[in-house]
C-alpha cells in the first residue's frame, strides 16, 4: 500500500474523500423513501380504521334512539351517511340486524337488512358472531351494526390488500320494541318486525 501511495496520482487518489456524502446518500436515499412511504401508508391504515370505527359506532347510536320504523328509504340515508363518514373511494357494506335473546332459544335474528355487497344475517351468519354478543338477560334485545370497507394500500411497502371489519352491538335507548323494520314506506304496520 505504501508502495502505491508513493506514486503521485494514486497517492492523491487513495487519500481523498470527495464524493464521500454522494456514496452515502446513494445507499441511505432508498432506505429513507422506503421509511417514508411506509409511515404514510401505516398512518393513512390506522386513520381509515379509526374512521371506519367511527362510523359503525354513530349509525349504531343513531338506529338505537330511533323510535318511528325503519324503513327501506331510512336504511338508505344511513348507508349513505355510513359512506359520507368513511370518507373512502372504496366500496362499503352495511348490515343492520335486531337480535333477540331467549332463555329457551338462546339468540335469535328478528330481522337482518344489509346496504352493499353483503347478504344479511341469518341463523348461520349470527352463529359466527355470537362470541361477540354480550350475555343478555331473557327477552333482551339488541342492535348489530356491521360494517365492512376494502383498503388497498397507496403504495407496495408490505403491507398488502385487506378489509376493515366492525361489529358494534348497542342495546336500544329507550325499550326492547323500539327498533323496528317496516317494509312500508306510508306506515302500514301489518308488514312491521320488531
Known amino acids: 500500500m505504501k508502495r502505491l501511495k508513493n506514486i503521485p496520482f494514486l497517492g492523491r487518489f487513495l487519500s481523498n474523500e470527495d464524493g464521500g456524502i454522494a456514496v452515502e446518500t446513494v445507499l441511505v436515499f432508498p432506505i429513507l423513501c422506503w421509511a417514508y412511504l411506509a409511515t404514510f401508508v401505516y398512518f393513512d391504515a390506522f386513520r381509515i380504521q379509526s374512521t371506519t370505527a367511527k362510523a359503525a359506532y354513530t349509525i349504531s347510536d343513531q338506529l338505537s334512539r330511533e323510535t318511528n320504523y325503519v324503513t327501506p328509504s331510512y336504511l338508505d ?54 362470541d361477540q354478543l354480550p350475555v343478555m338477560p331473557n327477552n333482551e334485545v339488541v342492535l348489530v351494526v356491521e360494517n365492512w370497507l376494502a383498503y388497498e394500500p397507496a403504495f407496495n411497502v408490505g403491507l398488502g390488500d385487506f378489509t376493515f371489519e366492525n361489529l358494534i352491538v348497542t342495546r336500544p335507548r329507550f325499550n326492547s320494541a323500539q327498533v323496528c323494520w317496516n317494509d312500508s314506506e306510508t306506515g302500514n304496520t301489518s308488514s312491521a318486525t320488531c
Open 77 to 130: 340515508a344511513v348507508y349513505r351517511l355510513h359512506e359520507f363518514l368513511t370518507t373512502s373511494n372504496q366500496d362499503t357494506d352495511l348490515r343492520v340486524t335486531v337480535v333477540r335473546y331467549t332463555d329457551d332459544d338462546g339468540y335469535e335474528v328478528r330481522w337482518s337488512k344489509t346496504r352493499g355487497n353483503v347478504t344479511p344475517m341469518d341463523a348461520t351468519t349470527l352463529s359466527n358472531v355470537e
